[in-house]
């Protein structure tokens, strides 16, 4: 019944996406406002629908009720009810049903909060959200069924992946894609702005607080995943260039190429057509995304299920919306008026400078990520790995670094260079200062990327609190703080990345219970190993105590053996110190009883995701900042308005 | 300056900085394109020791060889046609076996050993490299051939 009730919300669902496009098209095409009133609650049907569906699914899961399909062949009656709950977009339909989902709830949002927006303008937005809503249900209900049921009911289900039995699973994906389609709100904004020729400064603050809610929402879900990988599979790196990653890597650059844009939109009225450009890109790289990962081209813990049909859906999917939406774009741009002129040596111009980089970084990681998938169908396999990416994505990345330390010290409109190298001057006397001192502490031992990007991440982070230098502290914008601690973040981050290449110590042994091993200042005991069992596991455990100076921790890290699917997968100890990590990994035992042993010290590698996250909280910060400004205005209008009514 | 001007400047930077990124862009993937070698390749076009590369192919059977520290092994990669010797210090993943696909990064020492930082194997029974789909070994004559 369930199941039943699941599968008809998203019937109904998809019909009623359907009606609001109609709708929405008639009444705009006819000029009939009758037909417009029923947009808005067509849409936050929608939303309570997919909202209905995906509770559905859920209760399935967690009720392991095997006479599904999906529940049989991804989870299990043994799992702990955490991995039951999250297991629930831990397979293809779940993650897609997850989709739409997120799809129909932000349509439902931008139906009842969005207030900025003229009428015609929502209208068409909500009608272009249903456009790309109904592709995705017609390929959830047609090729991807979460709901459908099997005859004959297993016992127990398969199992899920391992890998993904982790806390990590309950957080990383729904936040990712809270904000890869979130994206999708901007792409509508993008077709609404264009159907009814409404591009300019309003339009630009209107769409300003969904692109920065999907954006705040995109990087915590990639640092949230990166962070995952780092000590799930036990190889103590942070980042791959997997193809999946860089997935999720091209949507967050289009947004934030739109981020910067879309505040030049709003405070001067200029980069009109860059700006539609760049949120019809944003949306679509996350549609890029998805057809990567979950038409089954590639090998990953991502892609869960080869099938060639689906492949071929999305990348019609693919086609019709990028296709139309630049079609769209080609056709109307010319009519949008060139937007406000602006001065070489102004905020304008860096924000143009930010966006060029952050464009050239995404063209170069899609190149990288589709061109092994171009030569391959003409029957020549490539791979393209780290080299290439961080060849090409590492010095731009920087340069991009030192563009945001000049931007937010450059004045909009027009600004004299002169004036911004006095304001850089502190920073840039600190960044000689740093690589005097690494130059003498550490040459030879660090390389010229990690290099640069230490003395560019203390310059840059001396650089972006320079915007509160002698400011009175308490009546600074929310906003503007907003921008600092995220430049800040973004600092922090390139720091942690530099410690970690330039400073990490390994060490591997294959040691005896009973050895002390030593390295980069720790003094590590390995006591003994010990099997021990978990909910749906057995692991070989080690026990060791790790010590710096006097006290001593126990860390154990462990190896898993999961029986269904059976699988081993490796439970790193991280011991999190204030000036970095230890990382340990238990290998396998080799002759004469010793075990393998894997050690890092990696100093500072937590600020890569202590940056992250200040950069998601500096997006909050703005988003908030914003938002409480156009509620105080209302406030005070309407408070105004009453004072004047009883005068 | 006129308006113009400056926006003719900007798209000249623009300009400037595209082309650039598709000339580095070119240029690495020239590199790139040669990144994934299988042993026959390693034979007949030569690898540089010290260049980054992929290294693909079957672990010959029996030619495993852990060294005393516990943590090194040796191996040989075939691809039916050559065989390359190689050498890894560090934790082999579990799929890891005599027989099995491997692909492994790292780089030519000046002997001609290869020097693996890592091995792809990854964590799915069923999970095969990319570059190595199409080709199957055989368990008696040790031998590997490209489907075609």
Redesign the interface.
Known sequence: MIAETGLAALWLAAALALLQLVLAFAGLKGNKPELLNAVRPAAVAQGVLTAIAFAALVTLFMRSDMSVLLVATNSHSMKPWLYKFAGTWGNHEGSMLLWVTVMGVAGAAVALFERALQRNAHMATLGGQAAISLGFYAFLLFSSNPFARIAEPPADGQGLNPLLQDPGLAFHPPTLYLGYVGLSVAFSFAIGALLTRQVDAAFARAMRPWVLAAWVLLTLGITAGSYWAYYELGWGGWWFWDPVENASLMPWLAATALLHSVTVLATRDALRAWTIMLAVVAFSMSMVGTFLVRSGILTSVHAFAVDPERGSFILALLALYIGGALALFGWRIGSVREGAPFELVSRETMLVVNNLLLTVILGLVLIGTLYPLMTEAFGHKVSVGAPYFDRIAGPIALALMVAMAAGPLTRWRKDQGRAVGKRLLLPLAIAFLVSISLSLFAWGRIGILPFLGLVIAVAVGVASLAPLWKRKLLRTPLFTYGMVVAHLGCAVSLAGMACDSAFTVEKLVAARPGDVIQTAGWSIRFRQITPIAGDNWTALQADMDASRGSSSVRIQPQSRFFASPPTTTSEAALLTRWDGQLYVVLGEEVEGSRWQLRIWWKPFVTLIWLGGIMIALGGALALIGRERRGWLLKWRARNARMEGGEA | ?K?KH??L??AL??LV??VG?GL??AS??K???A??YAPNDVKTKGVEPGK?I?LGGMVVRNSLK?AA???TIHFDVTDGKATVPARF????P?LFKEGGGVVA?GAFDAKGMFIAT?LLA????R??P??L?GMTYNETTHEMKAEK
Not at chain 2, 89 to 92: E, R
Not at chain 2, 122 to 125: A, G, N, T, V
Request: without cysteine.
């Open positions: 300056m308006a400056q926006r400047i900007l930077a623009a900085a595209l990124a580095l862009a690495a993937l590199d790139e394109a990144y994934f980054p992929r852990r520290d516990g943590v210090s560090g934790i082999a579990d990064e890592n990854k964590h799915d029974e999970y095969m990319r570059e789909e």
